[in-house]
């Protein structure tokens, strides 16, 4: 049996894809991505025709990062491998991250528990049952000395679980690393940067989401300067998922889309 093959994309809606609507219709009559763009059933060269490729899609590891940020992806490196993890106190979290690291992990992801994430300490009265319940337990520099300690800090990337005191936790994370002799600019992770997120959903948010996007574009600037490294991100764009964007009063959306636009060596998610 001779197989119908179709020379233009009118001839394939035409004939092949109206063959197979006859037989089963599509769910919904358009689709489209959460940020409201059209998705066609089809796509083909016709539709690059109108753009500048190397402006819209450029090389691996430029601008616009189309192809990817770094120029040789994971032919170069793998991805790095965590497990999160945080517990208890900081000599147990530590003693987690040794054996992680010793098992083959190539980075860290830190747990952090209620009271560390909303700025209690641990001896605070709000804090009563949720100390090192679902995350490590930090309340001051030398915690996050014994948290640290022992763990090769210019060699792996940490991604810090947290958002209301994220800049907080970073400033003890790089006060830690000069203790220990490391080069700040050598040091590598993730914070989070769900300003909705934690507003709308979790409640485990300090301020607001206008201040804590303000404060969010200082704590961008000063990364910046501090570790003078930076590839793209769109590390923000989960905010921008429909439910949560018509929430949001259209003030804000400049300071949000500013925070998408960079990602240092330190990256706000």
Known sequence: MEQHVSRSAEEWHETTRRKAQAKSTERKSSFETSSDIPVHPLYTEEDTQALNLQERIGFPGEFPYARGIHPGMYRSRLWTMRQYAGFGTAEESNQRYRYLLSQGTTGLSVAFDLPTQIGYDADHSLSEGEVGKVGVSISSLEDMETLLSGLPLEKISTSMTINATASILLALYIAVAKKQGVDPRKISGTIQNDVLKEYIARGTYIYPPDTRCVSSQIFFSIVLRTFHAGTPSASVATIFERP???????????????LAMYRPRWTLV
């Open 244 to 258: 949560a964007r018509r929430r949001l009063k259209k003030s804000l959306l400049p300071s949000l889309m500013r």
